[in-house]
């Protein structure tokens, strides 16, 4: 295996920051073993891309590679989903159907949004893990599953497993090899490499000119926080070959959220508050701060969540949880 473009990426992946390098020398160690890996990383980072390139880097790589989004799949239809069904096994399941496990036969199947997988299916999982094989939905005959398992979430299993919503035994089991994808604020020396790839795919692809992008251009983008990571990134860049019309991207070119952010975004250093004489609780002092924060950012948004999520430089899942967790109350408008 070798890395790509002066050493500016590996295979499709984009990224020569040192948090990359390091992801690329573990996908070259894992690869091709048959071990399972739990690919993390938040929204856009790259998750199902990093799978890929596993899957085509092992001795794999000419059977099929299929993904199945566990978080997307409404709950009664994931078991049949996975393992497939026989016809007449449920209402609905007029035909045998087989499932992803045996569509990924002598490949590698990706359980995306692994965490939100329902702890019944957990359990069917653990066993298929264990013991290599699986029955369909409404048939007691067992199917050899010769598949290496990849996962991905952008949960904590952790921290799941604490509120009971993970079983301990699947994520030992999953977690052999754990993959962290850093989000792009964690290597912002990325954003021009990213880009310029982009940039040039859409370019070739439509017969076009690379747009130009001047510095001060490309410091602003340098300094977001991306929260929806190298989509967020791509989708841009896609949005400013459409608009722009004079071949150079000026600042005011880019959307609000990005003009917002250069100097407003900054944490207002010396406008902390004195630490009090006899000390302070730290934790309930920084939970307060950011809570009135997130009140603050949702009734400019009108409750509008992912609007509240950019002001606050938080991905929308991050933001939602944290909603969650403050029991903060407050409806779009
Ligand atoms: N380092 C990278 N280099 C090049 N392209 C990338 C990189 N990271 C992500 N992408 C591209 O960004 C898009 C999003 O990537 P992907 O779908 O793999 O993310 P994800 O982590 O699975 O996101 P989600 O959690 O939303 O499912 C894809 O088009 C992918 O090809
Ligand atoms: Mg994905």
């Known amino acids: 295996m070798s890395e790509n473009r002066e050493n500016c990426g590996f295979y499709g992946i984009i990224g020569y920051s040192a948090r990359m390098k390091t992801l690329y020398r573990v996908i070259e160690k894992v690869a091709d073993t048959d071990s399972t890996v739990v690919i993390y990383g938040e929204s856009g980072t790259g998750k199902e891309l990093v799978a890929k390139t596993i899957h085509l880097n092992s001795n794999r790589c000419r059977n099929a590679f299929v993904p199945l989004n566990c978080g997307a799949v409404p709950r009664e239809l994931i078991e049949s989903e996975l393992f497939g069904h ?3 096994a449920f209402t609905g399941a007029v035909n045998t159907r087989i499932g992803r496990f045996e569509l990924a036969g002598g490949g590698t199947i990706l359980l995306d949004e692994i965490g939100e997988l329902e702890l019944p299916l957990q359990v069917k999982l653990l066993r298929v893990l264990q013991e290599r094989e699986f029955e369909r939905v409404g048939s007691t005959r067992t ?12 949960r904590d299993l952790e ?13 030992y089991r ?11 604020r964690e290597r912002r020396e990325d954003v021009p490499l990213l880009i310029e790839h982009f940039m040039n795919r859409y370019c070739k692809k ?15 983008l340098t300094a977001y926080p991306w929260p ?17 019309d004079t071949g150079t991207v000026t600042t005011d070119e880019l959307p609000e959220r990005f003009r917002s952010n250069t100097l407003s975004k900054e944490f207002p250093v010396n406008n902390l508050p004195d630490l009090p004489q ?3 609780n730290l934790s309930a002092m920084l939970n307060e701060i950011e809570k009135n924060m997130i009140i603050q950012a949702l009734e400019r948004a009108g409750g509008v969540k992912n609007k509240a999520a950019d002001i606050l430089g938080l991905n929308r899942t991050t933001l939602l949880e944290k909603i969650k967790k403050k029991g903060i109350d407050i409806k779009e408008t």
Do not use: C, H, Q, W
Not at 143 to 154: G, M, P, S, W
Not at 206 to 220: C, F, Q, S
Not at 228 to 243: D, T
């Open 86 to 88: 026989e016809k007449g």
């Open 143 to 154: 199917i050899k599953a010769d598949v290496r398992v990849l996962a991905a979430t952008n």
């Open 159 to 171: 921290k799941a497993i604490k509120d009971g919503s993970f079983r301990e035994d699947l994520y």
């Open 174 to 184: 999953l977690n052999v090899i754990p993959l962290v994808i850093p989000p792009l």
């Open 206 to 220: 439509r017969d076009r000119k690379p747009l130009i992008i001047p510095k001060e251009t490309m410091d602003v």
């Open 228 to 244: 929806g990571n190298v989509r967020e990134l791509e989708n841009l860049v896609e949005r400013l070959l459409i608009l722009n």
């Open 278 to 280: 006899n000390g302070v």
